[in-house]
């Protein structure tokens, strides 16, 4: 009876998709670009040779526009110099770049606009071919979001898709990342699987990454009804999902295992990054097969000698040694080489090997990239490190005493000395707080209040100071969120940029969401601060200063029978304010949350 109540619903789900599919694109729709302003939309577009089409997603509402490309098709041998798909953050095509699909695309691009609007250009080159392209874009607010996803670790684990076993909600995007032990695979495994059934997995579909991130590495893309299993090559693996508005089945259901992997073989050469050096291991049988040795090493300055032990190795300041930096506008690149110089005067028999060792800071992170030249073949070598990022409070604008405590209790409209730090041995970098939020709750969920935006500042009591060498420095006066939060944390986004760079995003301050013209940063970091609690929080609780922050926080405010009286009016009293508060808030159509500055009694 099962397998009969499967051949029953096939045609009914295939029914379902031919619907869908039929009523993806109007009629009267242009085949090559326009202007779109629905709250959602899918796109079956179908191009020939030499197009040059571009689609303009225009919002009016504030949210953000999400676009996926779920399904793209080029032409056989292009490249992405004659035919690609070019995603701008902003009106035209001269707005800040996103992204770049090409046909080596390793991926199922999913891309967000921080603008009102978000444009796509469709090139194609001179082959005769009919390229075929799918897209679908909706608008969001955090507020709407699916809470899903997050970070997987332990040797094993299980997770579904949101409302498992119950139908997905419209519109989810959720972001699985597991990690298990070092030297392992993972095995994940899907028990029960139903998603939208489409030969090309275009509406709702599951994808699958090798890897920690969803930029490359894509080991698979799947939809309908199956049990797909995959497999990772390290200890990290990444699952993504994703829907439209229609047709929502029950998910799935998936669990992960880890797989030991045998002891690693020392490889020939390995490179690790961080914000302050440049480390280079060289393997001493590596050199002896090529009949050199490490006395026939150098770097740039040949002064800076290795340590010779089991290996060799070249561990220096990311400024010394010869190093030389590049900064192209969206990214810092740090560059040294190890050259070996073959022995003789006229003729050798050696094997001629150069090391390129590249640190290139971006997204978030230092990614390290080694080219080694063997006869004319260049080997890739990368690893993942991220930049050394804090913040503090400090107690005057001379920032020289930082404040310790946590909870950090002030009062009301007293000034908030803040201070971002990076840390790094680069004397000619810049820090820029591009965006700053407060929130009551650490993980910074609704509601949030802006202090700074895009470098733009939102309150009117934030002063920011000029950009100095390592340090992003600004100050507020203090406030508390209404509906009696205790506390507020707050994030803050962070800009890092060459300080030889006159024209770089830390010199340009404040940029509005008009102007697009401004060249795109690509990386970027976030460091969290907090929380800031009212110093009449502590008093009210009947502590005195004596006290320790976890006795004001934890110990019971015990008052004298002689004042339960008092208590009793006050407690009156303060229902009649918030009842009128209350009636106010309404007759002004005042909604969600915000934030209230109160002139200090103290």
């Known amino acids: 009876m099962r397998v009969l109540g499967r051949l029953l619903l096939l045609p009914l789900v295939a029914a379902l998709v031919l619907a869908e599919d039929n009523?993806?694109?109007?009629?009267?729709?242009?085949?090559?670009?326009?202007?779109?302003?629905?709250?959602?939309?899918?796109?079956?577009?179908?191009?020939?040779?030499?197009?040059?089409?571009?689609?303009?997603?225009?919002?009016?509402?504030?949210?953000?526009?999400?676009?996926?490309?779920?399904?793209?098709?080029?032409?056989?041998?292009?490249?992405?110099?004659?035919?690609?798909?070019?995603?701008?953050?902003?009106?035209?095509?001269?707005?800040?770049?996103?992204?770049?699909?090409?046909?080596?695309?390793?991926?199922?691009?999913?891309?967000?606009?921080?603008?009102?609007?978000?444009?796509?250009?469709?090139?194609?080159?001179?082959?005769?071919?009919?390229?075929?392209?799918?897209?679908?874009?909706?608008?969001?607010?955090?507020?709407?979001?699916?809470?899903?996803?997050?970070?997987?670790?332990?040797?094993?684990?299980?997770?579904?898709?949101?409302?498992?076993?119950?139908?997905?909600?419209?519109?989810?995007?959720?972001?699985?990342?597991?990690?298990?032990?070092?030297?392992?695979?993972?095995?994940?495994?899907?028990?029960?699987?139903?998603?939208?059934?489409?030969?090309?997995?275009?509406?709702?579909?599951?994808?699958?990454?090798?890897?920690?991130?969803?930029?490359?590495?894509?080991?698979?893309?799947?939809?309908?009804?199956?049990?797909?299993?995959?497999?990772?090559?390290?200890?990290?693996?990444?699952?993504?999902?994703?829907?439209?508005?229609?047709?929502?089945?029950?998910?799935?259901?998936?669990?992960?295992?880890?797989?030991?992997?045998?002891?690693?073989?020392?490889?020939?050469?390995?490179?690790?990054?961080?914000?302050?050096?440049?480390?280079?291991?060289?393997?001493?049988?590596?050199?002896?097969?090529?009949?050199?040795?490490?006395?026939?090493?150098?770097?740039?300055?040949?002064?800076?000698?290795?340590?010779?032990?089991?290996?060799?190795?070249?561990?220096?300041?990311?400024t010394s040694c010869g190093t030389t930096k590049q900064d192209d506008g969206q990214s810092i690149t740090y560059t040294n080489i190890v050259s070996l110089s073959p022995t003789g005067n006229v003729i050798t028999r050696q094997k001629s090997l150069e090391i390129i060792a590249k640190c290139k800071m971006e997204n978030n992170s230092t990614v390290e990239i080694m080219y080694i030249t063997k006869n004319n073949i260049i080997q890739n070598i990368t690893s993942v490190g991220r930049y050394d990022v804090s913040i503090s409070f400090y107690d005057s604008d001379s920032f020289s005493n930082p404040i310790l405590e946590s909870p950090y209790y002030i009062d009301l409209n007293e000034t908030i000395f803040t201070q971002v730090s990076l840390h790094s041995t680069d004397p000619n970098l810049l820090v820029f707080v591009d965006t700053c939020i407060a929130s009551p709750q650490p993980d910074f969920g609704s509601p949030t209040y802006d202090l700074i935006r895009s470098g733009c500042n939102k309150d009117d009591t934030v002063v920011t100071y000029p950009p100095l060498e390592h340090y992003g420095r600004f100050k507020f006066n203090a406030f508390r969120f209404l509906r009696y939060f205790p506390s507020v944390y707050l994030q803050c986004d962070v800009v890092i940029c060459d300080s030889n760079d006159t024209d770089s995003r830390c010199t340009r301050g404040c940029i509005s969401r008009q102007k697009r013209d401004i060249s795109s940063y690509l990386w970027k970091t976030n460091a969290v601060v907090g929380p800031i609690r009212l110093k009449r929080d502590l008093r009210s609780a009947g502590h005195s200063e004596s006290l320790t922050k976890a006795e004001a926080e934890e110990t019971p405010n015990l008052q004298q029978h002689s004042f339960y009286t008092l208590s009793f009016v006050v407690l009156i009293s303060n229902i009649i304010i918030v009842v009128a508060v209350i009636l106010k808030y309404h007759i002004k159509h005042q909604a969600g949350y915000s934030y209230q500055k109160l002139q200090s009694s103290y």
């Open 23 to 318: 009523s993806i694109e109007p009629k009267g729709t242009p085949r090559c670009g326009a202007s779109l302003n629905q709250p959602s939309k899918a796109l079956a577009i179908e191009l020939n040779a030499d197009a040059n089409c571009i689609w303009q997603i225009q919002r009016t509402t504030d949210e953000t526009i999400r676009a996926i490309f779920s399904y793209f098709q080029f032409a056989p041998s292009s490249s992405c110099e004659t035919e690609s798909i070019k995603v701008y953050d902003g009106p035209s095509t001269n707005s800040t770049l996103l992204g770049q699909i090409c046909s080596d695309t390793d991926a199922i691009p999913i891309l967000e606009s921080s603008s009102d609007s978000l444009t796509f250009l469709i090139t194609t080159n001179s082959v005769v071919f009919t390229r075929n392209f799918f897209v679908f874009y909706y608008f969001f607010s955090e507020t709407d979001a699916v809470n899903c996803g997050g970070e997987l670790t332990g040797p094993n684990g299980t997770f579904t898709s949101p409302n498992y076993p119950a139908a997905h909600p419209e519109f989810t995007y959720c972001i699985w990342h597991i990690q298990t032990d070092k030297n392992s695979k993972i095995n994940l495994q899907f028990q029960d699987f139903f998603l939208e059934l489409d030969q090309n997995c275009r509406f709702d579909f599951v994808a699958v990454y090798d890897g920690p991130s969803t930029n490359t590495g894509l080991i698979g893309k799947v939809c309908g009804r199956t049990q797909p299993s995959f497999e990772s090559s390290s200890n990290t693996i990444t699952v993504v999902l994703s829907t439209d508005d229609s047709n929502s089945y029950r998910g799935f259901s998936a669990e992960y295992t880890s797989i030991p992997l045998p002891a690693p073989v020392q490889p020939d050469a390995s490179l690790t990054c961080s914000s302050d050096s440049m480390t280079i291991v060289l393997s001493k049988s590596y050199l002896a097969s090529l009949g050199y040795d490490e006395t026939q090493l150098q770097l740039n300055d040949p002064s800076c000698r290795p340590v010779v032990t089991d290996s060799i190795v070249f561990s220096f300041p990311l």
